[in-house]
Protein backbone atom coordinates (compact mmCIF):
# COMPACT_ATOMS: atom_id res chain seq x y z
CA UNK A 1 0.00 0.00 0.00
CA UNK A 2 1.60 3.25 -1.28
CA UNK A 3 1.26 5.71 1.73
CA UNK A 4 0.73 9.62 1.04
CA UNK A 5 3.39 11.24 -0.45
CA UNK A 6 5.41 12.36 2.17
CA UNK A 7 6.41 15.31 0.51
CA UNK A 8 4.14 18.05 -0.47
CA UNK A 9 3.20 18.81 -3.65
CA UNK A 10 5.13 22.35 -4.87
CA UNK A 11 2.61 24.32 -6.84
CA UNK A 12 3.69 24.41 -10.49
CA UNK A 13 5.41 27.22 -11.57
CA UNK A 14 4.70 29.76 -14.18
CA UNK A 15 7.61 30.68 -16.10
CA UNK A 16 5.99 32.65 -18.54
CA UNK A 17 5.52 36.65 -18.20
CA UNK A 18 4.14 38.18 -15.53
CA UNK A 19 -0.17 38.41 -15.86
CA UNK A 20 -0.27 41.90 -15.31
CA UNK A 21 1.98 42.50 -18.34
CA UNK A 22 0.13 40.13 -20.27
CA UNK A 23 -3.10 41.99 -19.20
CA UNK A 24 -1.88 44.86 -20.04
CA UNK A 25 -0.17 44.09 -23.64
CA UNK A 26 -4.04 42.85 -24.50
CA UNK A 27 -5.33 46.27 -23.37
CA UNK A 28 -3.47 47.51 -25.84
CA UNK A 29 -3.86 45.90 -28.78
CA UNK A 30 -7.71 46.13 -27.74
CA UNK A 31 -7.36 49.92 -27.78
CA UNK A 32 -4.97 49.77 -31.30
CA UNK A 33 -7.52 47.91 -33.21
CA UNK A 34 -10.45 50.55 -31.73
CA UNK A 35 -8.35 53.21 -33.10
CA UNK A 36 -7.61 51.53 -36.25
CA UNK A 37 -11.66 51.25 -36.77
CA UNK A 38 -11.91 54.76 -36.47
CA UNK A 39 -9.56 55.61 -39.06
CA UNK A 40 -11.48 55.63 -42.40
CA UNK A 41 -9.36 53.71 -44.77
CA UNK A 42 -10.41 54.39 -48.00
CA UNK A 43 -7.65 55.40 -50.62
CA UNK A 44 -8.71 58.24 -52.34
CA UNK A 45 -6.91 59.02 -55.84
CA UNK A 46 -5.68 62.82 -56.03
CA UNK A 47 -5.39 62.39 -59.52
CA UNK A 48 -8.73 63.08 -61.60
CA UNK A 49 -9.93 64.91 -64.64
CA UNK A 50 -10.47 68.76 -64.25
CA UNK A 51 -14.57 69.62 -65.61
CA UNK A 52 -13.92 71.98 -68.34
CA UNK A 53 -17.37 73.24 -68.20
CA UNK A 54 -19.83 74.14 -64.70
CA UNK A 55 -20.85 72.65 -62.17
CA UNK A 56 -17.42 73.31 -60.67
CA UNK A 57 -16.87 71.92 -57.28
CA UNK A 58 -15.19 74.71 -55.21
CA UNK A 59 -13.39 73.26 -51.75
CA UNK A 60 -13.84 76.19 -48.85
CA UNK A 61 -11.10 75.24 -45.88
CA UNK A 62 -11.71 77.06 -43.05
CA UNK A 63 -7.92 77.53 -41.62
CA UNK A 64 -8.82 76.82 -37.77
CA UNK A 65 -11.36 75.04 -36.52
CA UNK A 66 -12.42 73.22 -32.58
CA UNK A 67 -9.45 73.40 -30.33
CA UNK A 68 -7.03 74.99 -33.03
CA UNK A 69 -8.39 78.79 -32.80
CA UNK A 70 -5.77 79.92 -34.69
CA UNK A 71 -4.28 83.87 -34.12
CA UNK A 72 -5.94 86.15 -31.23
CA UNK A 73 -6.96 89.51 -31.32
CA UNK A 74 -10.18 91.34 -31.32
CA UNK A 75 -11.89 88.41 -32.11
CA UNK A 76 -10.50 84.84 -32.57
CA UNK A 77 -9.22 84.04 -35.96
CA UNK A 78 -11.43 80.89 -36.20
CA UNK A 79 -14.54 82.71 -36.02
CA UNK A 80 -13.04 84.81 -39.10
CA UNK A 81 -12.44 81.58 -41.07
CA UNK A 82 -15.94 80.24 -40.05
CA UNK A 83 -17.78 82.96 -41.13
CA UNK A 84 -16.36 83.75 -44.28
CA UNK A 85 -16.23 80.07 -45.25
CA UNK A 86 -20.15 79.89 -44.04
CA UNK A 87 -20.84 83.00 -45.93
CA UNK A 88 -19.28 81.76 -49.32
CA UNK A 89 -20.78 78.58 -49.08
CA UNK A 90 -24.29 79.92 -49.15
CA UNK A 91 -23.10 82.36 -51.89
CA UNK A 92 -21.89 79.15 -54.08
CA UNK A 93 -24.94 76.96 -53.13
CA UNK A 94 -27.06 79.40 -54.80
CA UNK A 95 -25.30 79.72 -58.06
CA UNK A 96 -25.93 76.48 -60.69
CA UNK A 97 -22.37 77.09 -61.74
CA UNK A 98 -21.11 76.12 -58.36
CA UNK A 99 -20.78 72.89 -56.06
CA UNK A 100 -19.33 74.42 -52.56
CA UNK A 101 -18.26 71.83 -50.17
CA UNK A 102 -16.46 71.75 -46.81
CA UNK A 103 -13.19 70.23 -45.90
CA UNK A 104 -14.31 70.32 -42.14
CA UNK A 105 -17.34 70.59 -40.24
CA UNK A 106 -17.66 73.92 -38.28
CA UNK A 107 -15.72 73.06 -34.58
CA UNK A 108 -14.33 70.50 -35.84
CA UNK A 109 -10.14 70.19 -35.87
CA UNK A 110 -9.08 68.47 -39.05
CA UNK A 111 -5.99 67.59 -39.84
CA UNK A 112 -4.32 68.62 -43.35
CA UNK A 113 -4.48 65.96 -44.79
CA UNK A 114 -8.03 64.73 -43.97
CA UNK A 115 -9.05 68.13 -44.86
CA UNK A 116 -7.34 67.61 -48.39
CA UNK A 117 -8.67 64.03 -48.92
CA UNK A 118 -12.07 65.51 -48.80
CA UNK A 119 -11.32 67.98 -51.23
CA UNK A 120 -10.39 65.04 -53.44
CA UNK A 121 -12.55 62.53 -52.77
CA UNK A 122 -15.50 65.77 -53.77
CA UNK A 123 -13.32 66.03 -57.23
CA UNK A 124 -12.99 69.81 -56.23
CA UNK A 125 -11.22 71.67 -59.14
CA UNK A 126 -10.35 74.87 -56.60
CA UNK A 127 -9.40 75.28 -52.87
CA UNK A 128 -9.72 78.19 -50.94
CA UNK A 129 -8.06 78.24 -47.32
CA UNK A 130 -9.19 80.93 -45.44
CA UNK A 131 -7.00 82.69 -42.58
CA UNK A 132 -6.98 85.90 -40.37
CA UNK A 133 -3.70 87.03 -40.06
CA UNK A 134 -2.05 88.62 -37.03
CA UNK A 135 1.02 90.78 -35.81
CA UNK A 136 2.60 92.15 -32.67
CA UNK A 137 1.91 95.48 -34.43
CA UNK A 138 -1.20 96.67 -34.12
CA UNK A 139 -0.73 98.96 -36.86
CA UNK A 140 -0.13 96.07 -39.37
CA UNK A 141 -2.87 95.70 -41.65
CA UNK A 142 -4.01 94.76 -44.85
CA UNK A 143 -4.73 91.53 -47.38
CA UNK A 144 -2.40 89.25 -48.61
CA UNK A 145 -3.00 85.84 -50.30
CA UNK A 146 -0.76 82.65 -51.14
CA UNK A 147 -1.43 80.67 -54.13
CA UNK A 148 0.40 77.42 -54.91
CA UNK A 149 4.10 78.07 -55.65
CA UNK A 150 6.11 77.52 -58.75
CA UNK A 151 7.09 74.11 -60.05
CA UNK A 152 4.08 72.84 -58.65
CA UNK A 153 1.14 70.75 -60.96
CA UNK A 154 -1.11 73.38 -60.18
CA UNK A 155 1.06 76.61 -60.10
CA UNK A 156 0.17 78.23 -63.01
CA UNK A 157 -4.11 78.04 -62.19
CA UNK A 158 -3.63 78.97 -58.57
CA UNK A 159 -1.82 82.20 -59.39
CA UNK A 160 -4.02 83.07 -61.50
CA UNK A 161 -6.80 82.64 -59.10
CA UNK A 162 -4.88 84.52 -56.73
CA UNK A 163 -4.74 87.51 -59.51
CA UNK A 164 -8.26 87.35 -59.54
CA UNK A 165 -8.89 87.59 -55.06
CA UNK A 166 -5.95 90.75 -55.00
CA UNK A 167 -7.89 92.41 -57.89
CA UNK A 168 -11.58 92.12 -56.61
CA UNK A 169 -10.23 92.60 -53.15
CA UNK A 170 -8.41 95.76 -54.27
CA UNK A 171 -11.81 96.92 -55.89
CA UNK A 172 -13.29 96.35 -52.96
CA UNK A 173 -11.42 98.97 -51.08
CA UNK A 174 -9.02 96.58 -49.38
CA UNK A 175 -5.45 97.62 -48.66
CA UNK A 176 -3.43 94.73 -50.66
CA UNK A 177 0.20 93.86 -49.15
CA UNK A 178 3.33 93.71 -50.68
CA UNK A 179 3.52 94.81 -54.26
CA UNK A 180 0.25 93.18 -55.59
CA UNK A 181 -1.48 91.50 -52.11
CA UNK A 182 0.09 87.67 -53.84
CA UNK A 183 3.30 86.41 -52.38
CA UNK A 184 4.65 82.58 -51.81
CA UNK A 185 4.97 81.18 -48.27
CA UNK A 186 8.02 79.00 -47.69
CA UNK A 187 9.49 77.18 -44.28
CA UNK A 188 13.11 77.06 -43.35
CA UNK A 189 12.35 74.31 -40.71
CA UNK A 190 10.27 76.90 -38.19
CA UNK A 191 10.64 79.85 -40.03
CA UNK A 192 8.26 81.18 -42.47
CA UNK A 193 9.86 83.00 -45.32
CA UNK A 194 7.55 85.58 -47.45
CA UNK A 195 9.24 85.96 -51.15
CA UNK A 196 7.28 88.40 -53.66
CA UNK A 197 5.30 86.87 -55.86
CA UNK A 198 7.37 88.32 -58.75
CA UNK A 199 10.36 86.08 -57.34
CA UNK A 200 9.17 82.82 -59.65
CA UNK A 201 12.20 80.46 -59.20
CA UNK A 202 11.01 76.84 -57.74
CA UNK A 203 12.18 76.28 -54.35
CA UNK A 204 12.74 72.91 -52.77
CA UNK A 205 11.46 73.94 -49.50
CA UNK A 206 7.77 73.66 -48.73
CA UNK A 207 5.01 76.22 -48.23
CA UNK A 208 1.79 75.56 -46.60
CA UNK A 209 0.67 72.04 -46.01
CA UNK A 210 -2.99 72.82 -47.86
CA UNK A 211 -1.16 74.05 -50.47
CA UNK A 212 1.48 71.22 -51.06
CA UNK A 213 -1.01 68.74 -51.01
CA UNK A 214 -4.04 70.09 -52.42
CA UNK A 215 -5.57 68.05 -55.12
CA UNK A 216 -6.57 71.61 -57.55
CA UNK A 217 -5.77 75.12 -58.17
CA UNK A 218 -5.84 76.44 -54.36
CA UNK A 219 -5.08 79.50 -52.62
CA UNK A 220 -4.23 80.47 -49.06
CA UNK A 221 -5.66 84.19 -48.07
CA UNK A 222 -4.74 86.19 -45.11
CA UNK A 223 -8.36 88.25 -44.75
CA UNK A 224 -6.97 90.71 -42.72
CA UNK A 225 -5.48 91.38 -39.55
CA UNK A 226 -7.30 90.04 -36.55
CA UNK A 227 -4.78 92.43 -34.27
CA UNK A 228 -5.88 95.38 -36.01
CA UNK A 229 -9.01 97.55 -34.92
CA UNK A 230 -10.29 98.81 -38.89
CA UNK A 231 -9.36 95.18 -40.07
CA UNK A 232 -10.89 93.63 -37.74
CA UNK A 233 -13.90 95.76 -37.88
CA UNK A 234 -14.26 95.70 -42.04
CA UNK A 235 -13.14 92.39 -42.76
CA UNK A 236 -13.71 90.20 -40.01
CA UNK A 237 -16.93 91.43 -38.04
CA UNK A 238 -20.22 89.56 -39.19
CA UNK A 239 -20.59 91.92 -41.74
CA UNK A 240 -16.83 91.81 -42.84
CA UNK A 241 -16.86 88.05 -43.09
CA UNK A 242 -20.21 88.73 -45.76
CA UNK A 243 -18.33 91.41 -47.33
CA UNK A 244 -14.96 89.14 -48.29
CA UNK A 245 -17.44 86.09 -48.82
CA UNK A 246 -18.75 88.30 -51.79
CA UNK A 247 -15.46 89.50 -53.00
CA UNK A 248 -14.00 85.66 -52.95
CA UNK A 249 -17.37 85.03 -54.96
CA UNK A 250 -16.60 87.84 -57.46
CA UNK A 251 -13.41 86.12 -57.86
CA UNK A 252 -14.42 82.29 -58.00
CA UNK A 253 -16.74 83.52 -60.66
CA UNK A 254 -14.10 85.58 -62.95
CA UNK A 255 -11.55 82.33 -62.71
CA UNK A 256 -14.13 80.34 -64.47
CA UNK A 257 -15.41 82.62 -66.37
CA UNK A 258 -18.85 82.54 -65.24
CA UNK A 259 -21.58 85.22 -64.72
CA UNK A 260 -22.18 86.37 -61.06
CA UNK A 261 -25.76 86.04 -59.50
CA UNK A 262 -25.73 89.89 -59.26
ZN1 LIG B 1 -4.38 80.90 -39.71
Known amino acids: MRGRSFYRRRPRRYSGP ?10 VIVLLLLWAGTRRTVEVSMEYEMPTQPPYTVALDAG ?13 EVVLCEQTVDALYNLLALDDNFVPVRTRPNG ?18 LLM ?23 RVWSQESMAFAQCIAQQ ?22 RKILVDSEDDRVRELKSFGILEKAPCP ?33 AICQYFGTQPMV
Open 218 to 250: AVLVEQGFVTNAQDAENWASPEGCERAAQVYYQ
Open 18 to 27: PFWLLAMAAA
Open 169 to 190: MEQAGHRLRGTNGIRFAYYEGK
Open 108 to 125: EKYSVDERVETAAQRKAC
Open 64 to 76: HGGMDTGAEGYLD
Open 129 to 151: SIHGNSDGDSSSHGFECFPTPPG
